[in-house]
């Protein structure tokens, strides 16, 4: 029985290699070979397809050049700013200014695997020319900012953004020209209706106190401003703003102050987050608490809506609390205006001048009699300024003085020499 088993093994050896060869071989057929010449895309072309927006658009390498293969394209943008991405897709729609122009580049390629390229065509590009208009003529300096408002037409209260614009004359702009201002957030496109004017009756400025921008959303704000003038074609003018960079997120809303502690020697801050469509952990806090006493100031961070500080019973403080949306929930953004100060604590009374006129003189005299009463203790008089000597006899002895001091000249004069006569040793003898 095993030898029948040993034969019918032998002999389905042969199939079984023929057959694993056969696999091998139609596997190598289907991978490409590394020198396969990919043809590029064809037909590619750029259009404008709205206000900072442009429709790339290609179609596949003719028929036979990699039909059955899993093509994708690199597309590079070169103006007006480097980027460069794949798809599979034989169209793109990108955000990008265009009043300076358009250029960009597509290739097709093959990949071995998401590391590695197998193949790539050659590049073909395209471009799209920048708007006519007289150099110089459009807008200059544009600046937006957004802020977030809540509405109570609705039942349940809904959120909406305002959105300012600002922006300068051109140079070479005649005193005619008319400035207006259109904005695009997603596929909503929405003119200005409301300007401010300069001394000329030009728009310079712009607010939409109701848009369809969304602060959670990760579009891109787009602005464009253009022109009219009798005399010259204005140059259009377009710029892309992230959300994050141009949000000006509200105050904290209700902030509260309580002297804490047995001794009233903590502060107790409480405040609400800002009005705004992200939700209360999305925000990061700055607490500056003012001491008015002493004219100094202490900031201090928080994730939370409370804050409890060491403050001295003696002192008046006044809080002021500021917010950001933080990391977490988008990219870093502006921080807002400080809150309103809320104050706590009363200053101890300070002097007034007229109390520091009668308190002062009152301090010197007293300083004074301290000072005198210390140099009696220490007879500080007597040591800086010693006593003159007095003579030692009285006036009326002087002419007996005198007659004695006569009569006795010779013999002080005799005594006089003597001591003169006598050598150095003799002066120590103890009769002198």
């Not at 029948?4 to 050896?13: E, F, H, S």
């Not at 020198?35 to 390498?61: E, M």
């Not at 008046?316 to 929930?329: G, K, L, P």
């Amino acid at each position: 029985m095993a030898c029948t088993q040993d034969l019918t093994l032998a002999a389905m050896a042969p199939a079984l290699l023929i057959l694993l060869g056969t696999v091998a071989v139609s596997q190598a057929d289907a991978l490409p070979d590394e020198t396969l010449l990919l043809l590029p895309p064809v037909n590619f072309t750029i259009q404008a397809a709205g206000l900072a927006q442009v429709l790339l658009r290609w179609q596949p390498p003719p028929d036979g050049a990699g039909a059955n293969l899993d093509l994708e394209y690199h597309v590079r943008m070169h103006t007006p700013q480097e980027d460069e991405y794949e798809t599979r897709s034989t169209e793109s729609r990108q955000a990008t200014p265009l009043h300076r122009g358009v250029s960009a580049s597509v290739r097709t390629i093959l990949r071995r695997d998401s590391h590695s390229l197998l193949a790539a065509s050659r590049w073909v590009s395209a471009r799209l020319e920048a708007p006519p208009g007289t150099p110089g003529t459009a807008a200059v300096n544009l600046t937006c900012t957004t802020n977030t408002a809540v509405g109570n037409d609705t039942p349940s209260a809904s959120y909406w953004v305002s959105l300012r614009c600002a922006w300068l004359v051109g140079e070479a702009a005649p005193q005619d020209t008319q400035y207006f201002l259109y904005y695009r957030f997603g596929s909503q496109t929405e003119e200005c209706w409301k300007y401010s004017r300069d001394a000329l009756q030009r728009n310079i400025a712009c607010w939409f106190p109701k848009t369809a921008i969304r602060s959670k959303r990760p579009d891109p704000l787009a602005v464009y401003v253009n022109g009219s003038s009798k005399f010259m074609a204005i140059q259009p003018f377009d710029q892309l703003f992230a959300l994050h960079a141009i949000d000006q997120v509200n105050p904290p809303q209700n902030v509260s102050t309580e002297v804490a502690g047995l001794e009233g020697t903590r502060v107790s801050i409480q405040w609400e987050k800002p009005v705004s469509a992200f939700p209360a952990h999305c925000f990061h806090y700055q607490v500056k608490i003012n001491n008015t006493r002493r004219g100094s100031a202490q900031t201090e961070h928080s994730t939370t809506n409370g804050f409890t500080s060491v403050i001295d019973n003696s002192s008046r403080y006044c809080v002021e609390v500021r917010a950001t949306v933080s990391a977490a929930c988008r990219a870093a953004s502006l921080w807002s205006a400080w809150s309103p100060p809320s104050c706590v604590g009363h200053d101890k009374p300070r002097p007034s001048p007229e109390q520091l006129l009668l308190v002062l003189p009152a301090t010197v005299c007293l300083v004074l009699l301290i000072c005198s009463f210390v140099c009696k203790i220490c007879h500080l008089w007597t040591r800086v300024f010693p006593p003159v000597p007095t003579p030692s006899r009285s006036l009326g002895n002087l002419e007996a003085m005198s007659y004695e001091k006569t009569a006795s000249q010779d013999a002080e004069s005799e005594v006089i020499m003597y001591v003169e006569e006598l050598g150095p040793e003799m002066l120590e003898h103890p009769v002198f």
